[in-house]
């Protein structure tokens, strides 16, 4: 995940959020992001590409 492009892993914490991306066992990224606004996924999506 890490050196991943921001706007695929932005996509991916959207995704968990809404529900519409479901394979994580037992909801372990949606209880993650669930009560992160947009400019938290941003942010967080922006550090993750950062990684190396
Ligand atoms: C703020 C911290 C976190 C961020 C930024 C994050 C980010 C992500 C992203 C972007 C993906 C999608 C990866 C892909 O599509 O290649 C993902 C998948 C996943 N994450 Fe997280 N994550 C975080 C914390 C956690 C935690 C704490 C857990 C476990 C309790 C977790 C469990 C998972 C699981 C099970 C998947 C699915 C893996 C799969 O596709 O098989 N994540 N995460």
Do not use: C, I, W
Request: net charge negative; proline share 2%.
């Amino acid at each position: 995940m890490s050196g991943q492009h921001p706007e695929y892993t932005l996509l991916q914490l959207k995704a968990f959020r809404s529900g519409e991306r479901q394979n994580d066992q037992g909801g372990m990224m949606r209880t993650v992001v669930e009560r992160l606004t947009d400019q938290e996924l941003e942010a967080l999506a922006s550090y993750v590409s950062g990684l190396n």
